[in-house]
Every structure is written in structure tokens, then in C-alpha cells.
């Protein structure tokens, strides 16, 4: 069984600051902040954590507080009549919480960018049943499952079942992260 990549990422962030996720929940609510970049630069001057951590400390709290949450509503919507399809984003989410800290999660209409420097992952639930996750990986020339297809995202990787967030997909990820550094 796959451990819930949320918690993941905030097992890691305790390892590495001693803080716990009702900690950082507390220190999100004490901040009076309730704007999304607001929250994200307040946590990552004030605590001295690294983008990514700060960027899904903001999202779930804002997820689990009374005020909008824009970004979040644009994630739910694209899941919308594709629940089924949600635990494969979040197990993305909770893998490059593993690869890094240091980048931003930009939800758009239809799918959710992973950028550094520059954008490295985009994820988009494209049916009922999968998910594409574009890669931006140049110079590999693709396999049966990673498909070369040009443009911002140089490959793609259609997934339908989270057990395919698996170690190759780690691999290729951890490659295009390091690549938009």
C-alpha cells in the first residue's frame, strides 16, 4: 500500500525542521495572511523552508481554512467528475516533495505546472480514465512509455492508475527537475 504522499511530504519536512504539519498549520493561521504568495514568502522568510515545502504548507492550509482558495479551487475543478483520477496528481505531488523543495505548483484551467526556472512537469487529467503528465526531459529520445512529443514538454507519460507513480517515473521527473535548476 502506498503511504498518502501528503504526508509523505510532511514527514520529510518534519525530518528536516523538527516541525510538525499542525505546526505549520498554526503557523499559517497565526500569520494573518491569507493571499497565496503572501503566505508562501511569509514562510519561506520567516521559517527559511524552501519553495516547495512553502508552496504545499500554503496549499493545504489555505485547502483547510475559511478563506478562497483560488488555486486550489482551479486543482478541484479539474478533477471534477475525475475523482477517481486525483490520488495519481497527489501522489506526483507527494513524489517531487521527495525530489525537492525548491519549486512552485501553478494550478491553470485545465492542468497543474511544476516549475523551477522554468517548467518541468505539467500535470492534466485529460479523461475519465488518465492522467498526462508532461516532462520536460531534452535530448532523451523517449521509450514505449515516455513518449518524445516536442514542444514545452518534451515528453509525455499517460498514467491511469496510481500504482504507475512509480520508480521510473521518479527517474524521469528527478531529471527534468535537476534540468530546470
Known sequence: MMADPVE??????EKN??????????????????KHGEILKYL????????????TITHIARETSSYGADADDLIEAQYTGKENLRPIYDAILGMLGQIGDDFEIAPKKAGVSFRRKKQ????????KTWVDVGINIKGHGGTERLI??????????GITDVAEVDSELKGWISQAYEAAG
Open 8 to 13: 509523505t511530504v510532511f514527514a520529510n519536512l
Open 17 to 34: 525542521t523538527g516541525h510538525d504539519r499542525a505546526f505549520w498549520m498554526q503557523a499559517v493561521a497565526d500569520c494573518g495572511l491569507e
Open 44 to 55: 519561506k522568510e520567516t521559517h527559511g523552508i524552501g519553495h516547495g515545502y512553502a508552496n
Open 120 to 127: 518541468f512537469v505539467l500535470v492534466e487529467p485529460k479523461t
Open 148 to 157: 518524445a512529443v516536442g514542444g514545452m514538454c518534451t515528453h509525455k507519460v
